[in-house]
């Protein structure tokens, strides 16, 4: 184990558990041991399992099917002194053991852990240690657990025995025995009172302990016995055998996953492909805004506000913030004004929604409290929204947690007037000619005021893709990368240890790829080149999809498949006009609720949908109804909370049973139909009943309002509906599949979970079977069929559809020049003929291995 090496930073302290992932997959990136992109896979593992072994010890990993973004084993440790929450149980993490594990080298080191876990002194001195070789050593060392450590050796456990009843097993795990697979091991176990023994070599564990498992350091090929005593040790065993079995055959195709997509990412003729510059230091966040840029590294953290709290009297205080609100209400109102009045409706929707933030009934209450208790307005107000952005800030649900930037910037524009700063400009003005800005998290204020003639790009150690940082980052065109992780701050800690890396300076060159979320600081000098030359490309690319992207996706034998964008506003919808689109297939709805602290009003609705509607100038909108349910906890809606929020009420079911939120939507969308061809959408559809109230309700609707009829669609994301096309057809307009969904539901498979994740696959035959079905229900009564899920912004996947007969394919705007191209390199025939062996096949990645049967774009 010795070979293994090990990355070390001590004394870091990240914000929460995300950071401390992020920290560590760095360390393994910057290393060489690992792609940056399977960071991503790292934070993916946490969102569908919790790593922490216990005693202070997590133990992120990446996903199976990532393993091909696995350079060579290492580790990487974060040393976190003051702990980091881990999870939802408030267990703190003091020692993050990220591993990168290219074959089963690793299960020597999950067995060390687990010895080191039974030395609770070692383990409290690792995490305070100064000294990065002590920690090595401990992970490195072949001793005992209490050797890697000086004294306080572990207590001693009595041995464990074979029990007389037993089996031999081989285990077929390609990586060994790891965590995911153990923890499976133990609960199978754990339904059994029979005591159940794992031996391995020389050492035996008890089966219901993942700790004890792991400790065996069983590899791939290990030959093991099974043993039990009880009353119920047969079955014990039977069952254990099977899961071992069973979890064998995944573990398997999980690798023969990995693998092809290996395989597929050589083989890509993307201008980026795998490319991996050399460069000091690589920082992966999530991709905000596409581009690739190179640039000189700014810090653009604006100057910290100073607040004392002086009290002089109530009335005083009160008109104080009085005035101070009015400001930041006047210089909002004048953003939001020039921002429109320059053609920008992303940046001033932003503004005007921050009116709105203004009036946050529970600040201003907690304001005049604190007040009242002879606090000064700064201070109160400072405090009041502190508490109320760190509650947004917490929020389960990323698009709601998002929204905490934009309290924050309210916030501080208010307390700038509080203090008699209210006319500070908060961008930083002296930027070079081609910035890359750095920030915490840049504020919607400084982002919308940036000069795209000197700023190249940004990014940030916090933040995500649907905060309006990065919304406004897309509209101004700017490549932007988010959640990197707090080492690209100034105070940001490199690596202890034989490489520590320095903290990121300003004036350093960088490369920024936005379409892969990565920041290059420090690039070689080849890397420089290979990057113009690749910005060269695909500079050439884009003009070329420019040239054609509003030629017709006609096959060459002469069938035309109508392509939509996927939008919400009004200016994304010109957009995506401008990129090839001929109309909105999807225009999502909910985010009218997720971006404000009330339930829009029909006038509210009224003038996003008009809006859009004018916009795509007499092309076609489908606008699909709110879409929400228990999954995402919205406050103002005052939604119940459900224990399986998926099969519980959403879209549909939802809208059925709260007129409020239905009737308002309706009569709003019935009046934007005034001003363009707009159809409407009802999500979340599994029988006729639920159909044929909704007709009544939009009819009841209709009747008030003396208004035309418009077309109504649904989507079809249950198998139900899939099998019932041909009822439900005759019922509405058209259908419009999210094979998002459809996928998950059909599958059986939630999106997320740690060991059914890879079966989640749209090009699965069951889900394609469902779509043709789908397609010939609708064929008997002539209705359209579209596609807006994920599947029709791939390219294979666009192919297959097409081939199915679908009719319309709405993707992202990005997605439509790629597609478009694709469809018009090949005939309907050869795309049917593709379909169908699609049909025939067993698994997806029989399906995905069709592709190679397309052309690429230097063959057409």
Same mark, same amino acid.
């Given at each position: 184990?010795s070979?293994?090496?090990?990355?070390?930073?001590?004394g870091?302290s990240?914000?929460?558990?995300?950071?401390?992932?992020?920290?560590?997959?760095?360390?393994?990136?910057?290393?060489?041991?690992?792609?940056?992109?399977?960071?991503?896979s790292?934070?993916?593992?946490?969102k569908?399992a919790?790593?922490?072994?216990?005693?202070?010890?997590?133990?992120?990993h990446?996903?199976?099917e990532d393993?091909?973004?696995?350079r060579?084993?290492?580790?990487?440790?974060?040393?976190?002194?003051?702990?980091?929450?881990?999870?939802?149980?408030a267990?703190q993490a003091?020692?993050v053991?990220?591993?990168?594990a290219?074959?089963?080298?690793?299960?020597?080191v999950?067995?060390?852990?687990t010895r080191?876990?039974?030395?609770?002194?070692?383990m409290?001195?690792?995490?305070?240690?100064?000294?990065?070789?002590?920690?090595?050593?401990a992970?490195?060392?072949?001793?005992?657990?209490?050797?890697?450590?000086?004294?306080?050796g572990a207590?001693?456990?009595?041995a464990?025995?074979?029990?007389?009843?037993g089996?031999?097993?081989?285990?077929?795990?390609p990586?060994?025995?790891?965590?995911?697979?153990?923890g499976?091991?133990?609960?199978?176990?754990?339904?059994?009172?029979?005591r159940?023994?794992?031996?391995?070599?020389?050492?035996?564990?008890?089966a219901?302990?993942?700790?004890?498992?792991?400790?065996?350091?069983a590899g791939?090929?290990?030959?093991l016995?099974?043993?039990a005593?009880?009353?119920?040790?047969a079955?014990?065993?039977?069952t254990l055998?099977?899961?071992?079995?069973?979890?064998?055959e995944?573990?398997?195709r999980?690798?023969?996953?990995?693998?092809a997509?290996?395989?597929?990412?050589?083989g890509?003729?993307?201008?980026?492909?795998d490319w991996?510059?050399?460069?000091?230091h690589?920082?992966?966040?999530?991709?905000?805004?596409p581009?690739?840029?190179?640039?000189?590294?700014?810090? $653009? !953290?604006g #100057? *910290?506000?100073?607040?004392?709290?002086?009290f002089?009297t109530? +009335?005083?205080? =009160? @008109?104080? &913030?009085?005035?101070?609100?009015?400001?930041?209400?006047?210089?909002?109102?004048?953003?939001?004004g020039d921002?429109?009045?320059a053609?920008?409706?992303?940046?001033?929707?932003?503004?005007?929604?921050?009116?709105?933030l203004?009036?946050d009934a529970g600040?201003?209450?907690?304001?005049?409290?604190?007040?009242?208790?002879r606090?000064?307005?700064?201070?109160?107000?400072?405090?009041?929204? $502190? !508490?109320? #952005? *760190?509650?947004?800030?917490a929020?389960?649900?990323?698009?709601? +947690?998002a929204? =905490? @930037?934009? &309290?924050?910037?309210?916030?501080?524009?208010?307390?700038?007037?509080?203090?008699g700063?209210?006319?500070?400009?908060?961008?930083?003005?002296?930027?070079?000619?081609?910035?890359?800005?750095?920030?915490d998290?840049?504020?919607?204020s400084?982002?919308?005021?940036?000069?795209t003639?000197?700023?190249?790009?940004?990014?940030?150690a916090?933040?995500?893709?649907?905060?309006?940082t990065?919304?406004?980052?897309?509209?101004l065109?700017?490549?932007?990368v988010?959640?990197?992780g707090?080492?690209?701050?100034?105070?940001g800690?490199g690596?202890a240890?034989?490489?520590a890396a320095?903290?990121?300076?300003?004036g350093?060159v960088?490369?920024?790829?936005?379409?892969?979320?990565?920041?290059?600081?420090?690039?070689?000098?080849?890397?420089?080149i290979?990057?113009?030359?690749?910005?060269?490309?695909?500079?050439?690319?884009?003009?070329e999809?420019?040239?054609?992207?509003?030629?017709?996706?006609?096959?060459?034998?002469?069938?035309?498949?109508?392509?939509?964008?996927?939008a919400?506003?009004?200016?994304?919808?010109?957009?995506?006009?401008?990129?090839g689109a001929?109309?909105?297939?999807?225009?999502?709805t909910?985010?009218?609720?997720?971006?404000?602290d009330t339930?829009?009003?029909?006038?509210d609705q009224?003038?996003?949908?008009?809006?859009?509607?004018?916009?795509?100038?007499?092309?076609?909108?489908?606008?699909?109804?709110?879409?929400?349910?228990g999954?995402?906890?919205?406050?103002?809606?005052?939604?119940?909370?459900?224990?399986?929020?998926?099969?519980?009420?959403r879209?549909?079911?939802?809208a059925?049973?709260?007129?409020?939120?239905?009737?308002?939507?309706?009569?709003a969308?019935?009046?934007?139909a005034?001003?363009?061809?707009?159809?409407?959408?009802?999500?979340m559809?599994?029988?006729?009943?639920?159909?044929?109230?909704?007709?009544r309700?939009?009819?009841?609707?209709?009747?008030?309002?003396?208004?035309p009829?418009?077309p109504?669609g649904?989507m079809?994301?249950?198998?139900?509906?899939?099998?019932?096309?041909?009822?439900?057809?005759?019922?509405?307009d058209f259908?419009?599949?999210?094979?998002?969904?459809?996928?998950?539901?059909?599958?059986?498979?939630d999106r997320?979970h740690?060991e059914?994740a890879?079966?989640?696959?749209?090009?699965?035959?069951?889900?394609?079977?469902?779509?043709?079905?789908?397609v010939?229900?609708?064929?008997q009564?002539?209705?359209?069929?579209?596609?807006?899920?994920?599947?029709?912004?791939?390219?294979?996947?666009a192919?297959?559809?097409v081939?199915?007969?679908?009719d319309?394919?709405?993707?992202s705007?990005g997605d439509?020049?790629?597609?478009?191209?694709?469809?018009?390199?090949?005939?309907?025939?050869?795309?049917?003929?593709l379909?169908?062996?699609?049909?025939?096949?067993d698994?997806a990645?029989?399906v995905?291995?069709?592709g190679?049967?397309l052309?690429?774009?230097?063959?057409?």
């Amino acid at each position: 184990m010795s070979t293994i090496p090990v990355e070390v930073r001590l004394g870091a302290s990240p914000h929460n558990r995300e950071d401390a992932v992020r920290a560590a997959g760095a360390l393994l990136a910057q290393a060489g041991h690992i792609q940056p992109a399977y960071v991503d896979s790292l934070l993916q593992r946490e969102k569908v399992a919790n790593t922490f072994l216990g005693e202070g010890l997590a133990i992120p990993h990446g996903m199976v099917e990532d393993k091909h973004l696995v350079r060579r084993t290492g580790l990487a440790v974060l040393q976190v002194p003051g702990g980091v929450r881990w999870g939802d149980d408030a267990k703190q993490a003091h020692l993050v053991v990220a591993i990168a594990a290219a074959s089963d080298e690793h299960i020597q080191v999950l067995r060390r852990l687990t010895r080191l876990m039974r030395d609770g002194a070692l383990m409290q001195r690792l995490a305070t240690t100064t000294d990065a070789h002590e920690i090595v050593r401990a992970l490195t060392s072949d001793g005992p657990a209490a050797a890697a450590g000086g004294a306080g050796g572990a207590a001693s456990t009595p041995a464990l025995e074979d029990f007389p009843l037993g089996r031999e097993v081989s285990l077929n795990y390609p990586n060994g025995l790891h965590a995911r697979p153990a923890g499976e091991w133990a609960r199978v176990a754990g339904r059994f009172g029979a005591r159940v023994h794992v031996r391995c070599g020389d050492t035996v564990a008890d089966a219901k302990s993942v700790a004890a498992l792991l400790g065996l350091g069983a590899g791939r090929g290990a030959q093991l016995r099974l043993s039990a005593q009880g009353s119920d040790a047969a079955a014990a065993l039977s069952t254990l055998n099977a899961t071992i079995q069973r979890l064998g055959e995944e573990e398997s195709r999980q690798a023969e996953l990995s693998a092809a997509r290996q395989a597929q990412a050589q083989g890509l003729g993307s201008e980026l492909g795998d490319w991996q510059p050399t460069a000091r230091h690589t920082f992966t966040g999530i991709a905000a805004s596409p581009g690739l840029v190179v640039g000189t590294l700014v810090q $653009a !953290e604006g #100057v *910290a506000l100073e607040v004392d709290d002086r009290f002089t009297t109530i +009335a005083a205080e =009160a @008109a104080q &913030l009085d005035r101070a609100l009015a400001a930041a209400l006047a210089q909002l109102q004048q953003l939001a004004g020039d921002a429109e009045a320059a053609g920008r409706a992303e940046q001033a929707a932003i503004f005007t929604a921050h009116q709105a933030l203004l009036q946050d009934a529970g600040v201003l209450q907690a304001v005049s409290r604190s007040v009242v208790q002879r606090h000064g307005a700064a201070w109160s107000w400072r405090h009041a929204m $502190a !508490e109320r #952005v *760190a509650a947004q800030r917490a929020l389960p649900d990323a698009t709601l +947690a998002a929204r =905490a @930037a934009d &309290l924050q910037d309210v916030g501080e524009r208010v307390l700038r007037h509080l203090l008699g700063r209210g006319d500070e400009d908060a961008a930083v003005p002296a930027w070079p000619q081609d910035a890359i800005l750095l920030a915490d998290d840049l504020s919607p204020s400084v982002t919308a005021q940036i000069d795209t003639s000197r700023v190249r790009g940004f990014c940030t150690a916090r933040g995500g893709p649907t905060a309006h940082t990065a919304i406004l980052a897309r509209a101004l065109g700017l490549p932007a990368v988010v959640a990197a992780g707090p080492g690209v701050l100034p105070s940001g800690q490199g690596p202890a240890g034989g490489d520590a890396a320095a903290p990121v300076l300003a004036g350093a060159v960088a490369i920024l790829d936005g379409y892969r979320g990565r920041l290059y600081v420090g690039p070689s000098e080849t890397a420089l080149i290979e990057a113009r030359e690749r910005m060269e490309r695909l500079a050439r690319r884009q003009e070329e999809e420019a040239r054609t992207r509003q030629q017709p996706a006609t096959t060459t034998d002469g069938h035309t498949v109508e392509i939509a964008a996927n939008a919400n506003r009004a200016d994304q919808a010109v957009k995506a006009l401008q990129a090839g689109a001929e109309g909105v297939g999807l225009m999502r709805t909910e985010f009218l609720f997720l971006e404000r602290d009330t339930v829009p009003d029909e006038d509210d609705q009224y003038e996003v949908y008009r809006a859009m509607a004018e916009a795509l100038q007499g092309k076609p909108l489908v606008v699909r109804t709110l879409d929400i349910g228990g999954d995402k906890q919205v406050p103002h809606l005052d939604l119940p909370v459900e224990e399986n929020p998926f099969l519980g009420v959403r879209g549909a079911r939802l809208a059925l049973r709260r007129d409020d939120l239905m009737v308002p939507q309706l009569r709003a969308l019935y009046r934007a139909a005034r001003h363009g061809p707009l159809q409407v959408m009802f999500p979340m559809i599994s029988t006729v009943e639920e159909v044929l109230a909704l007709r009544r309700r939009m009819e009841a609707v209709r009747a008030e309002l003396n208004a035309p009829a418009v077309p109504v669609g649904i989507m079809i994301e249950v198998p139900s509906a899939a099998l019932i096309a041909d009822r439900l057809a005759a019922h509405v307009d058209f259908f419009s599949i999210g094979t998002n969904d459809l996928t998950q539901y059909t599958l059986a498979v939630d999106r997320q979970h740690p060991e059914l994740a890879g079966m989640a696959d749209s090009l699965h035959p069951a889900v394609l079977r469902l779509i043709e079905r789908t397609v010939a229900g609708a064929r008997q009564h002539c209705r359209w069929v579209g596609v807006c899920g994920g599947l029709a912004g791939e390219p294979l996947g666009a192919a297959l559809l097409v081939g199915l007969g679908v009719d319309e394919l709405s993707m992202s705007t990005g997605d439509i020049g790629t597609v478009k191209a694709l469809l018009r390199r090949h005939s309907l025939a050869e795309l049917q003929a593709l379909a169908r062996r699609a049909l025939q096949v067993d698994t997806a990645d029989e399906v995905r291995a069709l592709g190679a049967e397309l052309r690429p774009a230097s063959a057409a």
